[in-house]
């Protein structure tokens, strides 16, 4: 055996099997969900009854600020938050929402087609809305 001493030398004909498995594992999940396209759809219908939800409720305490269009983002909603931004994400913690904060006052939250549910984006408009 003589390696190859450039970049070529790091190609493989076939990836090992063993790093295979569990890609294979994650493939036949997305096909028990339908797809991507499935996915897809879901995740758009989530995060604008997300959206929905949130603009007939819409207060002076927050804004959403991600593109309105579903072709111009993913399923997160960036969230500005004009009062008590730190407590808010904080009280959203408290109640098991996963979501994250950017300086100096955006809350991040990302309702994922795979897991999420309806009622679960509701349930966090909800607190959303109820935040004092």
């Not at 498995?21 to 995060?47: H, N, Q, V, Y």
């Not at 603009?55 to 072709?71: L, M, Y």
Request: aromatic residues 10%; glycine residues 4%; contains cysteine.
């Amino acid at each position: 055996f003589i390696p190859v001493p450039s970049a070529d030398g790091w190609q493989i004909s076939n990836p090992p099997i063993f790093s295979m498995a569990p890609l294979r594992a994650s493939l036949a999940i997305f096909d028990e969900a339908g797809g991507m396209d499935a996915l897809r759809g879901k995740s758009i219908r989530l995060t604008s009854y997300l959206e929905f939800l949130l603009n007939q409720n819409a207060s002076k305490r927050f804004t959403v600020i991600t593109p309105k269009s579903p072709h111009e983002r993913g399923c997160q909603l960036s969230i500005l938050a004009h009062e008590d931004p730190k407590k808010l994400h904080n009280e959203l913690i408290a109640a098991d929402v996963k979501c994250d904060f950017r300086e100096p006052n955006v809350i991040r939250v990302a309702p994922t087609p795979l897991y999420n549910t309806f009622h679960e984006v509701w349930r966090f408009a909800q607190l959303l809305i109820a935040h004092s």
